[in-house]
């Protein structure tokens, strides 16, 4: 049987435009994993293993960023899954505590990003999205970056397929912007109209800017422990359970003629009901939601993959306010990537932090829920094209 597993601390820098920061990647690590230390109330001695998460760097560079914590000899496993290498770092420190491998586990991520558009590490060998990108190339005309294209032309194939309209995209953009301004963390805090959303630069219709999420440097950090452990330390107050979790990679129907297979869709529906069936929740059972609205179109679509609503229903969620406060859900309360920002390996980590604090009621201005009728589950997507998505449910410890 597997052993049940807690989030007793966690930890982020915050987001910064690329640049805009004179510090590097191991001064990130040193800040995330120094506040989840702190946090879960233990020192680095205590960690017995540590899988730590970037995209954009060189080999090893997991260990030399754990060693600003202590040098220790634990294990250290480097992660790169793109987008969802954060979340692909806490999912690999949650199944060495389920399999009973160890009792406290450190998982981390971050980013050093360069400003503008992702681009390749090397361009001698077979780009990994190559069979996405010629498969997309039969349904929508190319556009680079390829990224926002990708994603837009998801968006594309809802309108004409559901009649979901470019507002009901823009309407998610001033949503996440405006969560962001009561978050000290989010790279962005600034309100934006609807019109403001509409009218700002276009970057594949019907994405504009606003949309979008940006490149950002920045660090999360979460430390895991067993069950044995919590009760051992008296964490219970402050644990928050995994009470699902699930990562999915690409299935056939990936490449069955859909833009949004081809972003992803099928593995976010596949994790979230294997997510649904581990825990025994459901999407109505979850107040409060982090995902990944790397661009607008793709948090519309998660609203279906997720089980919020049924397929070509989001838009009727979107014009009913159902996705913010005073819904029947509020997603991405952080900002979302949109606008908190995108550190590729510190994304996962960070919703983590959000959706803890909200289980524990430490979200400050960003709460869900009162003291009365509190947060009692959270649900965490995160997707990697290429592709990886990971789902979490959450439930506090005395639940």
């Not at 007793?8 to 690329?18: A, I, L, Q, S």
């Not at 199944?95 to 001698?124: H, I, Y």
């Not at 919590?230 to 644990?239: P, R």
């Amino acid at each position: 049987m597997a052993e049940k597993v807690y989030v007793v601390g966690v930890g982020m820098t915050k987001f910064e435009k690329p640049g805009g920061r004179e510090w590097d990647y191991p001064d990130m690590a040193k800040e995330s994993g120094t506040k989840a230390l702190e946090d879960a109330g233990i020192d680095y001695d205590q960690v017995q293993q540590a899988y730590v998460g970037y995209v954009y760097g060189e080999s090893t560079s997991g260990q030399r960023a754990v060693y600003e914590l202590g040098l220790s000899g634990i294990p250290i496993v480097n992660v790169n899954n793109n987008c969802s290498t954060g979340s692909t770092a806490l999912y690999l420190a949650a199944e060495a505590v389920r399999g009973g491998r160890a009792d406290v586990v450190l998982a981390l991520g971050f980013e050093k990003m360069q400003p503008g558009s992702l681009g390749s590490t090397f361009n001698d060998r077979e780009q990994p999205m190559m069979n996405h990108i010629n498969a997309l190339v039969e349904l929508y005309d190319p556009v680079f970056p390829p990224a926002p294209w990708m994603f837009g032309a998801a968006g594309r194939e809802h309108m004409e397929k559901y009649g979901s309209t470019v507002e009901h995209f823009a309407k998610i953009g001033e949503k996440n912007h405006r969560h962001s301004v009561n978050n000290p963390y989010s790279q962005f805090q600034d309100v934006y109209t609807l019109q403001d959303i509409l009218d700002s630069r276009e970057i594949y219709s019907p994405l504009t800017k606003l949309q979008c999420s940006p490149t950002s440097d920045g660090s999360g950090a979460a430390i895991l422990a067993s069950e044995a452990y919590v009760e051992k330390h008296g964490l219970a107050g402050q644990a928050v359970e995994i009470v699902g979790q699930a990562m999915t990679t690409d299935f056939r129907s990936t490449f069955d003629g859909t833009a949004k297979n081809l972003i992803g869709y099928d593995m976010n529906v596949q994790a979230a009901r294997q997510v649904y069936e581990q825990s025994g929740l459901g999407a109505d059972d979850f107040q409060v939601i982090e995902l990944h609205d790397c661009f607008s179109a793709n948090e519309l679509l998660l609203y279906e993959a997720l089980g919020l609503c049924e397929e070509g229903e989001a838009p009727k969620l979107i014009d009913a306010g159902d996705t913010t406060y005073g819904g029947r859900w509020v997603v991405n309360p952080s900002g979302g990537l949109i606008s908190k920002g995108h550190p590729l390996g510190a994304t996962g980590l960070a919703q983590c932090a959000e959706l803890t604090w909200q289980l524990r009621g430490q979200a400050d201005k960003r709460q869900v829920g009162t003291p009365d009728n509190p947060v009692t589950a959270a649900l965490q997507h995160n997707i990697g094209l290429g592709g990886a998505a990971v789902v979490t449910a959450y439930q506090r410890a005395e639940r």
